[in-house]
């Protein structure tokens, strides 16, 4: 999660817009913005409005061209795979996206940046720190056990995930961790 961070390259104060804010990623983005002094905004589909003011939203958004108004946003961090989110990116601002199949073209200095995620065991020991401190709070959508692995990747593919899915030794019929 640090990695597309670091990319942006933002002073304390930036504002940031986060494209799938309440979902398995964009919600840790939420979070880890506010925890760097950045500005942090969201993104989201009009049911998930009051969690994303949970995770930390300044503002929410519900459509593109809502957060574009809202406009000039120092950088988009784009987790759901929206092109357009560039528009609400002040010109010369930076997109960074983690869905290398939807990258929009450069446009008024914005650059597009992916970024890929590379194993980082300092990175992810500074957040299971920031988990026990209770700043970065680690959400559950679904546990599945293994023996039902194909669902749980359909389940994911399908969209609108919010918080992780599990893969558990077991589980009970309605999904918990058993």
Known sequence: ???????????AGASVLVTGAVGALGGYALQLAAHRGWRPSALVREQDVDL??????????????????AGGYDAVFETAGI???????????????VVPTVVPPAERGITPQVSYVDQDGAA???????????????????AHPFARAAEAVAGFEAGGVRGKVLLVP??????AAG
């Open 1 to 11: 999660m640090h990695q597309p961070f670091e990319r942006l390259r933002l002073p």
């Open 52 to 69: 994303a003011k949970e995770l930390g939203a300044h503002e929410v958004h519900t459509t593109v061209a809502g957060a574009a108004r």
């Open 83 to 97: 092109p357009d989110a560039i528009k609400a990116v002040r010109d010369g601002g930076s997109l960074v996206t």
């Open 124 to 142: 992810l020991k500074e957040l299971a720190a920031l988990v026990d401190r209770g700043i970065l709070t680690v959400r559950v959508a679904r």
């Open 170 to 175: 077991s589980a009970t019929p309605d999904g």
